[in-house]
């Protein structure tokens, strides 16, 4: 007799609270803690996480260059990358704008007593990217050594690479081009079948990570700051539910239905922290959606840089939250000044854990507001990330359909799923 199969989504849930209850436990007893966390636990999470950052990289060089070079020429793609970054802009200069005014409104720092507050010692990534001016970005994309970028995991510059790349081959003759382009189509087609592989792994590497996170900070770290982890979720709920939605029914979408079609992939965002560990899946997603291939493999992976919405909202949160900790009061025409800043400070985000403590430095020490702020959100700061990461996904999931749509390509998402709305491009 055939046994159902559990489906991701609940095993994935399962994993997450069995590592909450572990981890509840380790907490309570610490002597068992550092064996566990560090034998066990610990490599269980990191094992997911280095598995999905492994196969990241082959799937967007591949998968740009077959859209570039099976259908796709120079000016359409220049056409796509402008209208995609002014996209870009605009919705997370909202996000920020939106986690400013939730701040002033809500005031998560106002009332903490600092003497309440545990801080966590944080150890930044490397690439601090400490210059973000917009020139310095662009000169950023471009790699001096493409193999290094793609050993370093740099997005943008496999990207920059690909679509160069891509636009060589298809100047190609027909008996060269062809040859390449299904060798091509071959790696990325297997790339899905190991990322399918390593997606039956996700609820041990969820568990794990969660199981971490309460063993070392239990919950008593954090009710002080339970007024910042509620409106932190209050403006996430806000951005998704009003400005997306917004978005969505101007270009004809059903975002819910967009939502449940990728609720697998926001689920493990949401519980993993990571959103490169569910580019892959997401990308293979919005193409049975209806979004031609070209697009999701252009949009998505230049969205992890560009277009990460949690990580803007809760640059504008975190940084009130400091100013209001400490009694510094700024001024409209500083927080003005921060919306600018943190435009060009959240394009440095990556998709991995943690790295928003680099970007959030980087916004306070513009503002002159005290980097030691960060220490105390560090310890709760996983409760937020989490929301956070599924926001930047379900971003980067709308995006290559309002791409689409604006390009007069969205007559192919599936109606059956209720994707597009009765205004779909013809």
């Known amino acids: 007799m055939h046994t159902p199969r559990i489906a991701l989504v609940w095993q994935i849930m399962l994993g997450l609270l069995a590592g909450i209850a572990i981890g509840a436990l380790l907490h309570r007893f610490p002597e068992s803690r550092p064996w566990l966390v560090d034998n066990l636990l610990q490599p269980a999470g990191d094992i997911f996480i280095k598995l999905m950052k492994m196969i990241v990289v082959p799937i967007v060089f591949s998968c740009m260059v077959v859209g570039i070079a099976g259908h796709g020429d120079g000016r359409s793609l220049g056409r796509i990358g402008i209208?995609?970054?002014?996209y870009f802009f605009t919705i997370?200069?909202?996000?920020?704008?939106?986690?400013?005014v939730i701040g002033n409104l809500l005031k998560p720092g106002a009332g903490t007593d600092l003497a309440s507050l545990k801080a966590a010692v944080i150890s930044l990534p490397t690439s601090t990217g400490s210059a973000h001016s917009l020139g310095q970005i662009i000169v950023g994309i471009i790699p001096d050594n493409v193999i290094n970028a793609m050993a370093q995991g740099s997005l943008l510059s496999v990207l920059f690479?690909?679509?160069?790349?891509g636009l060589g081959v298809s100047r190609l003759s027909p008996e060269r081009k062809d040859p390449l382009i299904a060798l091509l189509r071959?790696?990325?087609?297997?790339m899905f079948k190991v990322t399918a592989m390593i997606m039956a792994y996700s609820p041990i590497g969820v568990f794990g990570m969660i199981s971490?996170?309460?063993?070392?900070?239990?919950?008593?770290?954090?009710?002080?700051?339970?007024?910042?982890?509620?409106?932190?979720?209050v403006a996430i709920a806000f951005f998704v539910l009003v400005v997306l939605h917004l978005v969505a029914r101007l270009c004809g979408i059903n975002l819910f239905a967009l939502m449940r079609h990728i609720k697998d992939e926001l689920i493990l965002a949401f519980s993993s922290a990571s959103s490169a560990a569910v580019m892959p899946q997401l990308m293979k997603k919005l193409e049975t959606y209806g979004v031609p291939p070209s697009l999701v493999s252009f949009v998505v992976p230049v969205g992890y840089s560009f277009n990460l919405d949690g990580a803007s909202l809760f640059l504008g949160i975190g940084t009130l939250f400091v100013a209001q900790l400490y009694g510094i009061d700024l001024s409209f025409t500083d927080q003005a000044l921060l919306v600018v800043t943190m435009v060009l400070t959240s394009k440095g985000a990556a998709g991995?854990?943690?790295?928003?403590?680099?970007?959030?430095?980087?916004?306070?020490?513009?503002?002159?507001?005290?980097?030691?702020?960060?220490?105390?959100?560090?310890?709760?700061?996983?409760?937020?990330?989490?929301?956070?990461?599924?926001?930047?996904?379900?971003?980067?999931?709308?995006a290559p359909l309002v791409i689409a749509k604006w390009e007069g390509r969205a007559a192919h998402c599936l109606k059956a799923e209720g994707v597009c709305g009765g205004s779909a491009a013809r």
């Not at 997370?92 to 400013?100: C, D, H, K, Q, Y």
């Not at 071959?186 to 297997?190: C, H, P, R």
Request: without cysteine.
């Open 83 to 86: 209208k995609s970054l002014t």
């Open 92 to 100: 997370t200069t909202l996000a920020i704008i939106v986690g400013l």
């Open 161 to 165: 690479f690909a679509v160069m790349f």
């Open 186 to 190: 071959g790696v990325s087609d297997a």
């Open 212 to 233: 971490v996170t309460v063993a070392n900070f239990g919950f008593s770290s954090l009710l002080p700051l339970a007024k910042l982890i509620l409106v932190s979720y």
């Open 352 to 398: 991995v854990p943690g790295f928003m403590f680099v970007i959030l430095s980087a916004t306070l020490a513009s503002a002159g507001l005290p980097l030691e702020g960060i220490a105390f959100i560090a310890g709760v700061y996983r409760l937020m990330e989490m929301p956070t990461t599924a926001l930047n996904v379900l971003g980067n999931a709308l």
